[in-house]
């Protein structure tokens, strides 16, 4: 599977903003999405996840409340709706796909697909 994400961007601090992940190619038996991000000096660290065929999600505790996952089977597209941001939410934005049965989903080794990251720049 290939994953294109694209929608970041420069934002004030209260601002929101929605990524986009697309995946193409070998979708049907996909098990769930996830955005993982990375902030400059920093490992990377899960965000979201969504489990593909049903609507389980997963958070960091820094997001909830803030961020929102949801998917368009149809479109075999994930989000990643984000509000009242924060500088630091300020890093580089990737999506994963996995196609494996796990009992995490939010560590960076259940995911064996990534897309090629978009930046997401919060001011204060």
């Known amino acids: 599977v290939q994953l294109q994400a694209c929608g970041g961007g420069l934002v004030q601090a209260g601002g929101s903003l929605r990524l986009s992940c697309a995946a193409s190619?070998?979708?049907?038996?996909?098990?769930?999405m996830a955005w993982f991000r990375q902030a400059p000096g920093k490992e990377r660290e899960f965000v979201a996840a969504?489990?593909?065929?049903?609507?389980?999600?997963y958070y960091a505790d820094s997001v909830k409340g803030r961020f929102t996952i949801s998917k368009d089977n149809a479109k075999n597209t994930v989000y990643l709706q984000m509000n009242s941001l924060k500088p630091e939410d300020t890093a580089v934005y990737y999506c994963?796909?996995?196609?494996?049965?796990?009992?995490?989903?939010?560590?960076?080794?259940?995911?064996?697909?990534w897309g090629q990251g978009t930046q997401v720049t919060v001011s204060s």
């Open positions: 969504v489990m593909w065929s049903r609507s389980s999600t």
């Open positions: 994963a796909a996995t196609y494996t049965v796990s009992n995490y989903y939010t560590r960076i080794e259940d995911y064996g697909y």
């Open positions: 190619g070998g979708t049907f038996s996909m098990n769930a």
